[in-house]
T-cell receptor, first 113, second 111 residues
């Protein structure tokens, strides 16, 4: 009965590789997000989608490409990984209009070596 | 640019020792201030929403208050299970709906 799930939980890869992180929510929410939490624990929004439509695209390198196949899923593909991409990536969701009440997934710890 | 600053970065308390965490903000058009709790290895969990100066919200040993420039999270007689990182976030104005988070205060309550 997990609300927001992410796979994988840990991801270790080398510079230059391409990797994907998947997110699914079973809450029936219309809005989903990707956040990045760096080593200093600073949580920053990357993207948001509402009903499969991109709403927010912060100043994120275009090596990062989100995709929402349906409103319950939001995946994140990262090309040509760099050392600075190492962080914990969180997926979140909320009902339309309730941006404050976000439900977060458990996070994916990405380590680029 | 919208900014949220939390202090202190880390706080150690003895069980039963009350204290407060601070969140100050500089935003254009505040549309709400929110507190989240984050346990190690987990995603943040929503605690409170505050919309206007003078508003207060309570949950167990936690009470959140809001002024025009800052918010406080008061912890009364904390227990070890209150140990976590507490994040403050603001909802900004403008056309996009998003939250801007502070860096958090890591609270450790010793038995």
């Amino acid at each position: 009965d997990t609300a927001v799930s992410q796979t994988p939980k840990y991801l270790v890869t080398q510079m230059g590789n391409d990797k994907s992180i998947k997110c699914e929510q079973n809450l029936g929410h219309d809005t989903m997000y990707w956040y990045k939490q760096d080593s200093k624990k600073f949580l920053k929004i990357m993207f948001s989608y509402n009903n499969k439509e991109l709403i927010i695209n912060e100043t994120v390198p275009n090596r990062f490409s989100p995709k929402s196949p349906d409103k319950a899923h939001l995946n994140l593909h990262i090309n040509s990984l760099e050392l600075g991409d190492s962080a914990v990536y969180f997926c979140a969701s909320n009902p339309t209009g309730a941006v404050y009440e976000q439900y977060f997934g458990p996070g994916t710890r990405l380590t680029v070596t | 640019e919208d900014q949220v600053t939390q202090s202190p970065e880390a706080l150690r308390l003895q069980e039963g020792e009350s204290s407060s965490l601070n969140c100050s903000y500089t935003v254009s058009g505040l549309r709400g201030l929110f507190w989240y709790r984050q346990d190690p290895g987990k995603g943040p969990e929503f605690l409170f929403t505050l919309y206007s100066a003078g508003e207060e919200k309570e949950k167990e040993r936690l009470k959140a208050t809001l002024t025009k420039k800052e918010s406080f999270l008061h912890i009364t007689a904390p227990k070890p299970e209150d140990s976590a990182t507490y994040l403050c976030a603001v909802r900004t104005g403008g056309g996009s709906e998003k939250l801007v988070f502070g860096k958090g205060t890591k609270l450790t309550v010793n038995p």
